[in-house]
């Protein structure tokens, strides 16, 4: 199991024992998670938004239209943070003071850089639409060049990342066990209902199992 | 109903029937929404934060460790980006290109300060539990001033804010409506299982009907 080495900015500080290294565990939460939020700074103001990606080995992927803001001045090569969270409950202390959630996290610092060779675009563009529902790609219509064009890739090295966990029980202070007052944990997950064919579908159509039986 | 101004910075541009600017919106988005990404610069590096948060009128607060860097950078008023993201299912069109997501979002761009009065500060304290479990700051022991002291609780005003919202089925290329490719919707969202008792539960205590019957 290989480790990412913790930099001075990614070394969980605080709570230390929720810190996480391991590529196993940033992995795994990486390929669960759907969408990541992307930060960025522009004339000093931070700008923080949601979008989707996906992983190939060590490097993340993001895409959007190749006129985007976001797009554009990532590729210009500026330092970004990108993380995604996976909420995974709501944690109800005896104490205001000790609720919590239960979440896992992963923050990844770096610099962007547009994706250029036409290989590694289209195998990006079909990781980001696995990504989201395996097996899709090989049932859909692929990008045209004028798709590819208009749509610009960027590729964040996952070298300076962490990964922050917290999980289980509440934890109050000793004396205020002894209240009575229920604590304990709601668990959260996203969930999927049954798929909503589009009103302008072909009839005879039937959903895929991968949309009919949709899971992570 | 009331409107925020769109600024150069909070205009949404390409896509700009996304774009919502009244508080009815925004408001509802955010009163959704369990945890906030907050954005803020660092040095040159943009860091991007999951945590919780809540609102009242027209303020956003959020709270942390008074010893926690985030929190006290954003006490010294450094320009913050925070974001809300509700994710509402995953689009199939019948192209790859036209792949997308349902979703709501709120970008709130500002200055956050520290409260200091001790009265809006328990107001706030009170609303962040309230705003995770509603009915439970009744039920729990409340802060004590040591407590209160090591949290520190930021305001932002909700004065620079946008939303952006996608729904429904995919929007594919008139031609390729006549594929004989599935599209559709699969439907999102975040569900709550039956309350987890912490293991060191007074015997006799039954979760209350907010953490039974949790929703949002």
């Known amino acids: 199991m290989s480790r990412f080495q913790p930099t001075q900015r990614t070394q969980v500080k605080r709570l230390p024992d929720r810190g996480a290294y391991d590529s196993e565990t940033v992995f795994k939460i990486l390929d669960e998670g759907l969408i990541c939020h992307v930060g960025f700074s522009e004339d000093g103001q931070p700008f923080v938004i949601p979008t989707s990606y996906t992983r190939v080995g060590d490097t993340l ?26 909420l995974d409950g709501l944690v109800l202390a005896r104490s205001a003071f000790h609720h919590s959630m239960n979440y896992r996290s992963v923050v990844v610092l770096g610099r962007a850089t547009l994706v250029t060779d036409p290989e590694e675009k289209i195998k990006a563009l079909e990781a980001l639409t696995e990504h989201i529902v395996r097996g899709r790609w090989n ?42 007052i229920w604590a304990g944990v709601v668990p959260l997950s996203t969930v999927p209902a049954a798929p909503i064919a589009d009103p302008r579908l072909k009839a005879g159509l039937e959903p895929p199992d991968y949309a009919k039986k949709y899971s992570r």
Chains 1, 2 share one sequence.
Do not use: F, W
């Open 61 to 86: 992927y993001i895409h959007g239209s190749a006129a985007s803001r976001m797009l554009r001045t990532l590729a210009e090569g500026v330092q970004v943070c990108v993380t995604v969270t996976l």
């Open 139 to 180: 049932d859909v219509r692929l990008p045209t060049e004028a798709e590819r064009k208009a749509t610009a890739v960027l590729a964040l090295p996952l070298a300076e990342v962490s990964a922050k966990i917290r999980k289980g029980p509440p934890k109050d202070d000793a004396e205020d066990y002894e209240l009575p």
